[in-house]
């Protein structure tokens, strides 16, 4: 075993926090038991670059129970939980590269030693593992079998590069199922969201102007958290249907720049780049707090920020305060990548056990189908996400109704109208 963490030592508060997040993840947790007797995984290798959480942690014992080996690295420097990977190291015996808050060059060093290991499954939080085998060839002539996608950003990478041509494997698209992004993006980003800024700053967010940057299933989750919260919400949107959408929740939609001079908080969760650049930054209040949930620190435009600033100083941990060349300060949290990760623990455990509960399914199906699969994205098959809908909703004790065969018919029918 040859892992790089911050410290095994670290490993008693990591089993703690896996084991507390297992009590969450009751799905996961019985799909575990299912590969832990029948062995799918034996002798496959998994290559997985996520976001190294105590959730994280679970998924990863699972595959590992299910008979593959595991080598994990993280999804972004500053979302490792290092006492959950002392742990993985120590008590699972999964090898992992992943250290809280390295530079980019030890984070791809870190990718590179998961890769070592030849995958015939890759799984990946936004296609940088991905990423690097198409770029570098990292993994030589063979690729490997399929791989697994968690999140919106990543899914959007993948179907650009199985759109020109050159995607060299199958990639199952997990975001997309149903039981992943209504829940994990809505209520799990839009909690934890809530969550980081609160723990980063311990602002009060009743009657402050909460600007929510992206109206798609994680700015539905952080506006309408934000609201519960006491917050005047303000949506922005470049997409009429969504904003659209967000009127008639009650929200205020506003151009951007018109929002810039009255929030109090931003946040931006688009999936795109520059969203809060140099004409925004110019027309926000003194001590304006700034965060960003989208997968990658490229939403809020840093760059730009800093050539308008005369200094840079950690005001509390995590937090920034940039002081403009105008006088008036604004607060950066996390450094501009994800908050909930950064700043707080990311998505609540009950709500990753569906997630990665379809992470589990699909690695074995891709097993199952070895060979079978096109190099495009795929869906995750319906009778997965169906299955991890049923599971999630026995473990939560609620039972529903079921179609009469009498409806079933109607509803299969063309001829029974007026
Ligand atoms: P989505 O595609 O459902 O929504 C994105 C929305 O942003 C769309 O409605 C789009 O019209 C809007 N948008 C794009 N450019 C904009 C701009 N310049 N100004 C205003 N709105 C703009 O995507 P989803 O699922 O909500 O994901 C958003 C981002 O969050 C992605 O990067 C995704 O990977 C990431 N994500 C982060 C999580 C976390 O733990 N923080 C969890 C899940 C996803």
Request: proline share 3%; aromatic share 6%.
């Amino acid at each position: 075993m040859s892992s790089e963490v911050k410290s095994l030592k670290l490993a008693k508060a990591g089993f703690n926090k896996i084991e507390w997040a297992d009590r969450g993840m009751p799905v996961v947790a019985s799909i575990r038991e299912e590969l832990r007797k029948s062995k799918p995984l034996k002798g496959m290798n998994i290559s997985a670059c996520l976001h190294v959480t105590a959730e994280t942690a679970n998924l990863m014992r699972t595959l590992s129970e299910g008979g593959a080996k595991v080598a994990l690295c993280a999804s972004n420097p500053l979302s490792t939980q290092d006492e959950v990977a002392a742990s993985l190291v120590k008590d699972f015996g999964i090898d992992v590269y992943a250290v809280r808050g390295v530079g980019r060059d030890a984070y791809y060093r870190h990718i590179k030693k998961a890769l070592a290991i030849e995958p015939e499954i890759t799984m990946d939080d936004g296609a940088d593992l991905v990423t690097l085998i198409h770029q570098n060839g990292v993994h030589g002539e063979r690729p490997p079998m399929g791989g697994t996608e968690e999140t919106t950003t990543g899914v959007i990478r993948l179907k650009s590069l199985a759109a020109s041509g050159k995607l060299r494997y199958p990639i199952i698209a997990i975001n997309d199922a149903d039981t992943k992004h209504f829940f994990d993006n809505r209520y799990g980003t839009g909690q934890s969201t809530v969550d980081g800024i609160i723990r980063a700053t311990n602002l009060l967010l009743a009657g402050k102007n909460f600007v929510v940057c992206g109206y798609g299933w994680c700015g539905r989750g952080v506006a309408s958290r934000a609201r519960g919260m006491g917050a005047q919400v303000i949506v922005i949107e470049v997409d009429a249907v969504r904003a659209l959408e967000a009127v008639m929740d009650g929200f205020r939609v506003l151009p951007l720049k018109e929002a810039a001079k009255i929030g109090d908080i931003f946040v931006t969760v688009t999936g795109n780049t520059t969203v809060l650049g140099k004409e925004h930054f110019a027309l926000m209040k003194d001590g304006a707090v700034l965060a960003n949930s989208g997968h990658f620190d490229v939403e809020i435009d840093l760059k730009t920020l800093k050539t308008m600033t005369k200094s840079v100083r950690e005001t509390r941990p995590l937090v920034e305060e940039y002081l403009l060349k105008t006088g008036r300060r604004v607060f950066v949290l996390g450094q501009g990548r994800l908050v909930n990760l950064a700043c707080a623990e990311g998505h609540p455990s009950s709500v990753m056990d569906m997630s990665f509960a379809n992470q589990a399914l699909s690695v074995v199906y891709l097993k199952q189908k070895a060979g079978a699969l096109g190099r495009e994205v795929i869906d995750v098959p319906k009778e997965i996400d169906k299955k991890v809908a049923a599971l999630k909703l026995k473990t939560l004790g609620i039972s529903i109704d079921t179609l009469s065969d009498e409806q079933e018919k109607y509803l299969n029918s063309w001829e029974l109208g007026t």
